[in-house]
C-alpha cells in the first residue's frame, strides 16, 4: 500500500468516496453533492488551508483523508484537522485507517496538534482513535451554517 497526495486522476474515486462517508455512521448529516466537487477543485489549484492524502494498492485508491490546516493559540501551533478519514468498507479493520493517521502524521512532523471528530455511532473508528493516542476534549461543537 501506498499512501500520496491527491491527484487529478482521482476526481471519481474521491468524489464517490465523499458520497460514501456522509452516508455512513462517520458523520451526523449529509452534504450538497457540489461539495465534493468544490472541495476537489481547491484541493487541485492548491490551498494553504486543505490537503488530502490517498492511500492505494496497485493503483487503486483505497482510502482518502481529507485535512484542514489551521492555527490554534490554545496547541501553540498548527492545527492539522482530520476532517474526513474513509477507508472502503472490505478493509476495514486492516490497518488502512492506522497507516493513513500516521502518514498525516509524519507529513506534518511540526504540527502543534491533530484533532478529529468522531460520532457516537462509530465506535470502531472511535477504539481506533484512542488505541492511536487521540483523547476526548470536553467541548461540544457548534457551527452556524451559511
Known sequence: MQIRSIQASDRDYFVQAVHSFYHS?????????????????????????????????DG?????????LTWSNEAGGLCVWLEELMVDEALRGKGVGSKMIAAVR????????????VTDENPRAAALYRALGFENLPYRQMVIDR
Not at 106 to 117: G, I, M, N
Open 106 to 117: 509524519a507529513a506534518y512532523p511540526d504540527a502543534a496538534r491533530f484533532r478529529l471528530e
Open 25 to 57: 455512521p462517520a458523520v451526523c448529516h449529509d452534504i450538497p453533492a457540489q461539495n465534493a466537487e468544490r472541495t476537489f477543485e481547491l484541493l487541485m489549484h492548491g490551498s494553504p488551508y486543505a490537503d488530502c492524502l490517498i492511500a492505494e494498492e
Open 60 to 68: 487503486r485508491p483505497l482510502a482518502y483523508c481529507l485535512l484542514a
